[in-house]
């Protein structure tokens, strides 16, 4: 079906008119369906949600068909999530005219971070919204630090509508281990400021509302590095490398929006460009081509030639198998769904992939802790007695393995917690790290910090990997998983948890009433002595990453340095597969700077192969 002010035909310009919408402005005359507005008779009684985002933006079952049997594209677009959408969003804005398909393997579910949206879609975390594609080891699932490793989201926007926002950017020195060709990258004119202005990163202190106010400014203070020059700074905890407000997506959508603290996510501003290119190519066809979106459509395998040329993908589409294919030499498939769907898709596809990819897999493991302070070790702040949050990113090493850890600091004075409990849920910094209510109910004369720190896993370790699972005859989920934790690891938890405790003695000043969290039976209270390692440690390994790293075949790697898998002409991987290492700072902001850097890159040349 298409709609009546954007038609979403295909490129043969098929268009239906339908029923008016809410689209049309007072002086354009509507074109109406003939049974469109109830007369002669009734109109359609039983729209779905489905039939309505399909007939505004998503490719219905028809034009799906039309397009496997005559359509080719300029790039095949797997995910709709942060990669898919930095990919999409810079091709078309360096060049409208770019044909470009997009698939996603579920359904529509928000249209924006559920923190933006009323607080009970809170309740859709969790849940059927997660999934696991792959086993997990036995090795993994029995260490009570572990566990398991957090889920896929197979929905319109992937995890954007749950992340938590935290886009620190690595220094060279964070990013070890990676080549030299990707440090140059972010090295670039505009690397960092483009991937930024796609994900409106603000720091903390930047908010300008009154929520993130004169906390945000003492936590920053209190966690500053010192010292004078010529002398070396010297760091608020021994072995932090920086310390700053933190960097968070949450800024200005547009330059004349008020809106002070919106949470980013993928599913609005892809549907921004699918509008933008809809209404471009009504008014000059030549010029651009429509962003094309089809939901619900499962990529199983990608074949490729004898030349390592990929013409034919099988994917499965509202529960139909039918393939995708094409007779040209220019159309790309760029992956961008997750570390580890991405390596599924490659190790059922190309056998010369089992070779390397999977063999490394790192990511975090985190502590959370939670303490509070008497608000006079602040004391009076400028807006009391009004809620006030702050964010602040601490990031450090082991100075023996050099391994990284970081802290995200949330701090949190509310006094009123009832009257409060909107706003407190919806200008969070990390939700999955916020304070209870049982934690803020009693603690109204105090300042409440929540620390989530986040380690890496070395990627050097050989019992960590996925591989395929020959007794699995899924092709989406036919891979087993297995983490494990390394000497280095456990030594860097330490290490990550006395600089949590240290940042928060600092953020503390020495003050003799500062408490804990403690988990007791099933709540809590607060205590004066450390919670222990049992308590703070946190299941659910994040940010998996290293599946298809960038490198020489012979060193282990299994992409060039534009995410092409060896021997492969055509296809691309993003994300943070790619790293060699995972570093401990949040992905997303680089990933989406090297999704970026990828569509300008295959911009430049005219013969892709």
């Known amino acids: 079906m298409a709609s009546s002010t954007a038609p979403h035909g295909t490129s043969n310009d098929h268009v239906v008119i339908t029923t008016t ?57 797997v995910g709709s999530g942060f990669t898919a959408l930095a990919f999409i969003e810079q091709a078309l804005k360096l060049e409208p005219t770019k044909r470009i398909l997009c698939l996603e393997r579920g359904d529509f579910l928000l249209p924006s971070h559920f923190q933006n949206l009323p607080l009970p879609f809170k309740m859709t975390l969790g849940g059927p919204l997660e999934t696991f594609p792959w086993t997990l080891s036995g090795e993994t699932f029995k260490d009570p630090y572990l566990k398991f490793c957090r889920g896929s989201c197979p929905f319109f926007g992937g995890r954007s509508t749950f992340w938590s926002a935290w886009c620190p950017q690595p220094t060279t020195d964070d990013m070890r281990n990676f080549p030299q060709d990707m440090i140059g990258m972010t090295n670039e004119k505009d690397f960092w400021q483009e991937a930024k202005s796609l994900l409106n990163v603000t720091p903390a202190n930047e908010i300008d509302d009154k929520i993130f106010a004169d906390l945000q400014a003492q936590i920053d203070k209190r966690l500053a590095f010192s010292g004078e020059p010529p002398a070396p700074p010297v760091p608020p905890v021994p072995t932090a490398t920086e310390s700053y407000p933190a960097p968070l997506a949450v800024g200005h959508t547009g330059s004349v929006s008020t809106l002070r603290f919106n949470k980013f996510s993928t599913p609005g501003p892809l ?8 209404k471009k190519h009504a008014t000059k066809p030549e010029n651009s081509s429509r962003l094309e979106i089809r939901l619900n459509c499962v990529v199983e395998k990608l074949t490729a030639d004898e030349n390592g040329m990929v013409r034919v993908i099988d994917v499965t589409s509202n529960g139909k198998k039918s393939q995708i294919t094409w007779t040209g030499d220019n159309t790309r498939v760029i992956l961008c769904a997750g570390a580890i769907p991405n390596a599924t898709i490659l190790l059922n596809s190309f056998p010369s992939c089992a070779a390397t990819v999977g063999k490394r897999i790192t990511g975090h493991f985190l502590s959370h802790i939670v303490a509070r302070v008497p608000l006079s070790s602040f004391g009076p702040l400028k807006t009391e007695p009004d809620l006030e949050i702050a964010a602040h ?7 023996q393995t050099t391994q990284q850890y970081h802290v995200q600091i949330t701090a949190i004075h509310s006094p009123n917690p009832e009257k409060d409990a909107d706003d407190a849920a919806r200008e969070c910094p990390d939700y999955a790290a916020a304070a209870t209510v049982d934690q803020l109910l009693g603690s109204e004369e105090y300042v409440v910090f929540v620390c989530a720190t986040l380690g890496e896993f070395s990627e050097h370790n050989e019992k960590n990997w996925l591989r395929l699972d020959p007794g699995n005859k899924d092709i989406t989920t036919n891979v087993k998983l297995q983490y494990t934790l390394a000497g280095h690891d456990t030594q860097l938890w330490d290490v990550m948890d006395e600089a949590t405790f240290k940042t928060i003695e600092k953020m503390a000043a020495a003050d003799p009433k500062l408490e804990y969290w403690h988990v007791v039976g099933g709540s809590g209270e607060w205590k004066k002595e450390r919670p222990p390692a049992a308590d703070i440690r946190v299941p659910g390994i994040v940010h998996e990453a290293s599946t298809a790293f960038v490198g020489e075949e012979k060193d282990g790697g299994s992409v060039d340095v534009d995410g092409r898998p060896h021997g492969i002409q055509n296809v691309h991987v993003t994300g943070g597969a790619l790293f060699p290492a995972a570093g401990s700072w949040n992905p997303t902001l680089t990933i989406c700077g090297f999704a970026q850097r990828l569509a300008r890159q295959l911009l430049k040349v005219n013969r892709p192969y």
């Not at 990113?393 to 100075?399: E, N, Q, V």
């Open 21 to 77: 919408n809410f689209h049309h402005r007072v002086g354009k005359v509507p074109e109406v369906n003939k049974k469109g507005n109830g007369y002669p008779v009734p109109g359609e009684q039983n729209p779905s949600a489905r039939m309505v985002m399909n007939e505004s933006y998503f490719l219905d079952d028809g034009e799906w068909e039309n397009i496997l049997d005559t359509q080719e594209f300029d790039y095949i677009v």
């Open 271 to 278: 549907l921004k460009v699918y509008e933008t290119q809809s």
């Open 393 to 399: 990113y601490l990031s450090g090493r082991d100075p």
